[in-house]
């Protein structure tokens, strides 16, 4: 494989020195392009787009025509697994995932099934290989899979969920049930997250969305502990254990200290911690990578440059930094706003060496 042109997202996600903090979106490819919407108009639907190769390498590619990122990220979707497993995955524009065949009970989990990436999923691992090859090293590719919590919170509701009434009561009600489906999850998602390594990701990414609609107790057991066994996974596949790996709970900043136990590289913060004190938690074991609340992208230029500058102030000096919004980027964003929050980060943090 080639060198890589830019590699400081790697060496800040391994705590070494760069000249500047490197900085990638996520949803970096998205809705509040242009290019992106004229890409899926012309797929013809969502579910198309993520599942054809070279218009997911496409879309991943366009952000970095735009802007100096630091990373492209895989274009694809949190709900591969659950509907590589027969679910019925359903995505229709301002509804939202739906699943036809939610899981519901111990014979629905029983009848569940491991998807092989390379053929269940097989357009994922293609875009990877692809993206891979189209990027020649320009940047490093960030591969991704959603967690298990967070997939089993879509599989159990059958839908985005304000209340997660569902899934909590089979939590607190057939705990046993919870578990195993869980433990087909964290199967699931180590054997994909080490095929887009095998394919050519060079950091992976664990998103734990729902991870904090957890109550304390019940975090560690039903989100952490399952990506704790991915990661040991990863880190005794022969590939996947040289890949930086970064875990992010959104509204999880109350547990930092357990996940940087886990064996991540890194811990993504939400807008709602504070930098600093998430580095006094973690004891500077990992990389951090956030926090900027998306919300100031529809902020003037000068408050957004001086945001990036109270982010790059909280997290202060030394190594381990990486730059993100707290969240994804929003629809209704005017992209050279995302222009001036990328140029200001590199700006304001170059050193002089």
């Known amino acids: 494989m080639e060198a890589l042109k830019n590699d400081r997202l790697i060496r800040a996600l391994r705590r070494q020195s760069v000249d500047y903090t490197p900085v990638w979106i996520m949803r970096q490819a998205g809705r509040y392009l242009p290019e992106y919407r004229a890409t899926r108009q012309r797929a013809g639907d969502f579910l198309?787009?993520?599942?054809?190769?070279?218009?997911?390498?496409?879309?991943?590619?366009?952000?970095?025509?735009?802007?100096?990122?630091?990373?492209?990220?895989?274009?694809?979707?949190?709900?591969?697994?659950?509907?590589?497993?027969?679910?019925g995955l359903s995505v229709h524009e301002g509804e939202g995932p739906r699943f036809a065949r939610p899981i519901r009970t111990a014979a629905d989990v029983a009848a569940l099934g491991v998807p092989d990436p390379e053929d269940d999923l097989s357009y994922v691992i293609e875009a990877v290989r692809l993206i891979r090859h189209?990027?020649?090293?320009?940047?490093?590719?960030?591969?991704?899979?959603?967690?298990?919590?967070?997939?089993?919170?879509?599989?159990?509701?059958?839908?985005?969920?304000?209340?997660f009434a569902r899934i909590k009561q089979m939590v607190y009600d057939a705990p046993a049930t919870a578990h195993q489906l869980l433990k087909v999850l964290s199967d699931s998602v180590s054997i994909y997250l080490a095929a887009q390594a095998h394919a050519g990701a060079q950091v992976l990414m664990i998103f734990d969305t729902w991870g904090g609609v957890l109550a304390h107790a019940d975090y560690r057991h039903f989100s952490l502990e399952p990506m704790?066994?991915?990661?040991?996974?990863?880190?005794?596949?022969?590939?996947?254990?040289?890949?930086?790996?970064?875990?992010?709970?959104?509204?999880?900043?109350?547990?930092?200290?357990?996940?940087?136990?886990?064996?991540?590289?890194?811990?993504?913060?939400?807008?709602?911690?504070?930098?600093?004190?998430?580095?006094?938690?973690?004891?500077?074991?990992?990389?951090?990578?956030?926090?900027?609340?998306?919300?100031?992208?529809?902020?003037?230029?000068?408050?957004?440059?001086?945001?990036?500058?109270?982010?790059?102030?909280?997290?202060?000096?030394?190594?381990?930094?990486?730059?993100?919004?707290?969240?994804?980027?929003?629809?209704?964003?005017?992209?050279?706003?995302?222009?001036?929050?990328?140029?200001?980060?590199?700006?304001?943090?170059?050193?002089?060496?």
């Not at 997911?56 to 697994?81: G, H, K, W």
């Open 48 to 87: 198309t787009l993520c599942q054809t190769p070279e218009l997911a390498c496409e879309v991943t590619l366009q952000p970095l025509a735009r802007f100096d990122l630091d990373a492209a990220i895989l274009f694809s979707d949190i709900l591969t697994i659950p509907d590589a497993m027969g679910l």
């Open 228 to 353: 704790e066994q991915i990661i040991q996974y990863l880190r005794a596949d022969p590939i996947a254990s040289d890949l930086p790996i970064i875990v992010f709970t959104k509204g999880g900043g109350q547990w930092l200290a357990r996940m940087a136990a886990t064996g991540c590289d890194a811990l993504g913060c939400d807008w709602t911690s504070s930098l600093g004190q998430a580095r006094h938690q973690v004891q500077d074991r990992v990389a951090l990578q956030g926090n900027l609340d998306p919300a100031i992208l529809y902020a003037s230029p000068d408050r957004i440059r001086a945001a990036v500058a109270e982010v790059l102030e909280d997290f202060g000096p030394g190594p381990g930094h990486v730059f993100n919004l707290g969240h994804g980027v929003t629809p209704g964003v005017d992209p050279d706003q995302v222009k001036v929050l990328v140029d200001a980060v590199h700006e304001l943090s170059r050193t002089v060496t």
């Open 134 to 163: 189209e990027l020649a090293g320009r940047v490093p590719l960030i591969g991704f899979s959603g967690s298990p919590w967070t997939l089993a919170t879509y599989m159990v509701e059958g839908q985005s969920s304000r209340d």
